[in-house]
């Protein structure tokens, strides 16, 4: 019930935070791209509408457009591992 909304909720939050604290602080983005880069990492396309529509600028798109490819391929192989090896 609760717990296990609690435990989805951190294990999306956690990394989300993780990676915009490395991607702000360690490679030095700008916000623009932290943002969308998340939100490709995510494979968030309503996320992205969102940014474009709240920031009025493409520039999150061209950020999306890198790390989605990447992220989609690492969730297929995660749910083929997943069901290997459980």
Same mark, same amino acid.
């Given at each position: 019930?609760? &717990? &296990?909304?609690?435990?989805?909720?951190?294990?999306? =939050?956690?990394?989300? $935070?993780l990676?915009?604290?490395?991607?702000? *602080?360690?490679? *030095? $983005?700008?916000l623009?791209?932290?943002?969308?880069?998340?939100?490709?990492?995510? +494979?968030?396309? #309503?996320? $992205?509408?969102? =940014?474009?529509?709240? +920031?009025?600028?493409?520039?999150?798109?061209?950020?999306?457009?890198a790390?989605? #490819?990447?992220?989609?391929?690492?969730?297929? =192989?995660?749910?083929?591992?997943?069901?290997?090896? &459980?």
């Open positions: 019930g609760l &717990l &296990l909304f609690v435990y989805g909720a951190l294990m999306t =939050l956690i990394p989300m $935070l990676g915009y604290v490395f991607a702000s *602080k360690v490679l *030095k $983005l700008s623009f791209n932290t943002l969308g880069s998340i939100c490709g990492g995510m +494979t968030s396309t #309503p996320a $992205l509408g969102t =940014l474009i529509r709240v +920031t009025e600028t493409d520039d999150v798109a061209s950020a999306y457009a790390t989605y #490819p990447v992220a989609l391929v690492f969730v297929v =192989l995660a749910c083929q591992f997943i069901g290997i090896f &459980l």
